[in-house]
């Protein structure tokens, strides 16, 4: 089937009740047993929910996946993938990542024995460096958050299978209708559903989407033990709102194409980020994994005070946390999301005080850029 068709049909059918053609929500915390030993194949909510299943085969149909896992929000999915190493074990993560992501590792889960090592994987000699004895994952994130780096996930992906290691790829900023890391070797996806996914920023979540049946094993008996499962309305909001997903990816990279080749021709920003762009130096390697560009752009204007200037006299876009939904947001990386991060770390990184970045809606392209003009006087 295609995109759009999984999108709206995948992991959903008529309610064999009443015949609705949108999955219930199953708003239960449990379920009547027939008798001792003998129930429906459903026995408490925190193990088994039906909205949530529905959503987990739509989201692993749609990343060419065999198994989805629904967390209650990214970072717990993240977290989760950690069940998969023990005390010891040393664990390769692009260099840079988004800010709660480095937060979690660095400063959480060291703290329990785990190492990480932040490389620079946008040259896979760097990975292949970075690989030691006691190594089991390989976590990249492509495009980066907030600079847009890209990865050769398929050279990742053979590398790790090479050394029997298992590689992640977080696909949060491309959705699976841009990108989709299981098809180029990848042993598990991650999302955080609260972005794309949903789209319209009313929910918090997160996903696992994997084709190999152990991790699926293991991942799915963390979502049990560890209890961080979203709830049956946020699973039903997903699902609602993934059966939009082609038209809104669309819409998002149409803008944002656009919006990047103003602001690099506008001379507002000293430098623009938009795997897009032809000046992006790793363009060809987007049009290689990547069947569009996304919605995503960074832009350095330079100078705090101009950044400063537009985040506080938008309109239209608005300052907060977060990405991916339909209205267009505007961040500031350094004091934002990426605040836990070192200032030397932010330095070498790039993400500057003038650094913004925007996550661009399905709006009017002519307001957007109005908006921008207007802001910055």
């Known amino acids: 089937m295609g995109f759009s068709t999984d999108a709206i049909h995948a992991g959903q059918q008529p309610d064999p009740t ?8 199953y708003q239960t915390s449990t379920y009547a047993q027939e008798e001792l030993g003998k129930n429906k194949g459903f026995e408490y909510g925190r193990t088994h929910n039906l909205t949530r299943a529905s959503l987990e085969a739509n989201i692993a149909a749609l990343e060419k996946g065999k198994y989805g896992i629904a967390f209650s929000s990214g970072v717990a999915a993240t977290h989760s993938v950690l069940s998969l190493v023990k005390a010891g074990d040393h664990i390769v993560v692009s260099r840079n990542v988004y800010g709660g992501t480095y937060r979690l590792f660095e400063l959480i889960m060291k703290e329990y024995g785990l190492r990480f090592t932040w490389t620079d994987t946008t040259d896979i000699s760097n990975l ?3 690989i030691e004895k006691d190594t089991r ?23 790790c299978r090479k050394n029997k290691l298992i590689s992640v790829v977080d696909n949060t900023f491309m959705s699976p209708y841009f990108q989709n890391p299981l098809t180029l070797g990848a042993d598990i996806v991650l ?28 991942l799915k008996y963390v979502q049990n033990a560890m209890g961080a499962i979203p709830s049956p309305f946020d699973c039903w909001l997903v699902l609602r709102s993934t059966k939009t997903l082609a038209v809104r990816m669309e819409r998002h990279e149409k803008n944002a194409m656009q919006l990047a080749e103003f602001l690099l021709n506008s001379g507002l920003a000293d430098k623009v980020i938009y795997p897009g762009l032809k000046n992006h130096p790793q363009h060809d390697l987007a049009k290689k994994q990547m069947r569009g560009f996304g919605g995503m752009i960074t832009a350095d204007l330079g100078d705090e005070n101009k950044a400063r200037k537009l985040l506080k006299n938008v309109k239209i876009f608005t300052l907060g946390e977060s990405l991916g939904g339909v209205e267009s947001l505007i961040s500031h990386p350094s004091t934002m999301t990426h605040g836990s991060v070192p200032k030397a770390e932010k330095e070498k990184l790039g993400i500057t005080e003038g650094l913004v ?17 207007n802001a910055l006087g």
């Open 18 to 25: 009443t015949g609705a053609v949108i999955t219930p929500i």
């Open 128 to 130: 292949e460096k970075s």
């Open 137 to 159: 994952i390989v976590f990249i994130e492509t495009p980066t958050n907030p600079m847009l780096n890209l990865t050769d996930i398929k050279a990742v992906t053979d590398l």
């Open 191 to 218: 999302h955080s559903s609260t972005k794309y996914l949903n789209g319209h920023s009313d929910v918090i979540g997160g996903m696992l989407v994997t084709n190999d049946e152990k991790i699926y094993s293991r």
């Open 357 to 373: 970045r925007f996550s661009v809606g399905i709006e009017d392209i002519e307001d957007l850029i109005a908006d921008i003009q």
